[in-house]
């Protein structure tokens, strides 16, 4: 069984950085895909971030400059790092796991099959 926890968020003001974790246990990362979505309250689950076993990443277009999405293997934890956040990135920040091994990801929530209950991140104006 895949379990996800993250860890990390908080609040801070409107321009300040923060960084969520994501730690795997029951299985290695290491040859899947790692996601990171969001819900604000009263929306619907959002994409985020990506990356790919190969490393590779993808953004929404909202974050795309700000967050970096990274993985440290080793330590079978993906990482998110926002940078320049706004009030408008307040939200449940959910970390998912690709479900096949080799299985290039992006947005779509089907391609994931794990998911972390979340960590709120709340960003003030």
């Known amino acids: 069984q895949v379990r996800l926890v993250e860890s990390g968020g908080g609040l801070v003001q409107a321009g300040g950085s923060l960084r969520v974790s994501c730690a795997a246990s029951?299985?290695?990362?290491?040859?899947?895909?790692m996601g990171w979505f969001r819900q604000a309250p009263g929306k619907d689950r959002e994409f985020v971030a990506a990356?790919?076993?190969?490393?590779?990443?993808i953004y929404a277009d909202s974050v795309k400059g700000r967050f970096t999405i990274s993985r440290d293997n080793a330590k079978n934890t993906v990482y998110l790092q926002m940078n320049s956040l706004k009030p408008e990135d307040t939200a449940v920040y959910y970390c998912?796991?690709?479900?096949?091994?080799?299985?290039?990801?992006?947005?779509?929530?089907?391609?994931?099959?794990?998911w972390g209950q979340g960590t709120q991140v709340t960003v003030s104006s």
């Open positions: 990356i790919n076993w190969s490393g590779s990443t």
């Open positions: 998912a796991a690709g479900a096949e091994s080799y299985a290039y990801i992006g947005g779509r929530e089907s391609s994931y099959g794990y």
């Open positions: 029951g299985r290695t990362i290491t040859l899947y895909g």
